[in-house]
């Protein structure tokens, strides 16, 4: 399973955090990469970005300069840092697992959770 | 980096079948055999109903299937159900190490 936690209110101009918490598994195992997703009422669903356990990343291009995505081994999580976050940040946004090996689907998500920006 | 385009809603009656379109372009959906759609009711997690174009996980219904030809892939549901009412979004490999989304289609069993 995995769970999303974090602030639901953030402030124009500041940073975004959350925390995806995994369940069930090691988040070290080299089968699955670790994912988060947005969902707003404009754009849909809007890929942010993925972490291998060993802390390689790739992310959306156009959110690239503003994001930081990490994982702790440790305590079996990843995170996300969205930084200098406007309204257009607002939206739900999920943590996802995707298979390794170049299959680029998500097999498994969080239920999400609501951050709106807003002073 | 442009979003997939999918039709905003589409309905139909039960048992029939119904065919939600997601196009792309020649730099996502028409180069890889990489296009998933997802099933979302609301205040549920997504879920994975194709990926790789026409595989189906374990567990996901055979009413499901998938297509593709050149820049656009389709996701059919047959035989629909009430069940099926919910939103779904395709998602393709775009190069690169990233992916791009659709916008989702509303499905309505009238």
């Known amino acids: 399973q995995l769970q999303e936690s974090g602030p639901g209110l953030v402030k124009p101009s500041e940073t975004l955090s959350l925390t995806c918490t995994v369940s069930?598994?090691?988040?070290?195992?080299?089968?699955?990469?670790w994912g988060w997703i947005r969902q707003s009422p404009e754009k849909g669903l809007e890929w942010i970005g993925i972490?291998?356990?060993?802390?390689?990343?790739y992310s959306n291009p156009s959110l690239k300069s503003r994001l930081t995505i990490s994982v702790d081994t440790s305590k079996n999580l990843f995170s996300l840092k969205l930084s200098s976050v406007t309204a257009a940040d607002t939206a739900v946004y999920y943590c996802?697992?995707?298979?390794?090996?170049?299959?680029?689907?998500?097999?498994?998500w969080g239920r999400g959770t609501l951050v709106t920006v807003s002073s | 980096q442009s979003a997939l385009t999918q039709p905003a809603s589409v309905s139909g009656s039960p048992g029939q079948s119904i065919t939600i379109s997601c196009t792309g372009t020649s730099s996502d959906v028409g180069s890889y055999n990489l296009v998933s759609w997802y099933e979302e009711h609301p205040g549920k997690a997504p879920k994975v109903v194709i990926y790789e174009v026409t595989k189906r996980p374990s567990g996901v219904s055979d009413r499901f299937s998938g297509s593709k030809s050149g820049n656009t892939a389709s996701l059919t549901i047959s035989g629909l159900q009430a069940e099926d009412e919910a939103n779904y979004y395709c998602c393709s490999y775009a190069g690169s190490d990233t992916v791009v989304f659709g916008g989702g289609t509303k499905v309505t069993v009238l």
């Open positions: 996802a697992r995707q298979k390794a090996g170049g299959y680029w689907y998500f097999d498994l």
């Open positions: 069930g598994g090691s988040i070290s195992t080299p089968a699955y990469y």
């Open positions: 972490i291998y356990y060993s802390g390689t990343t």
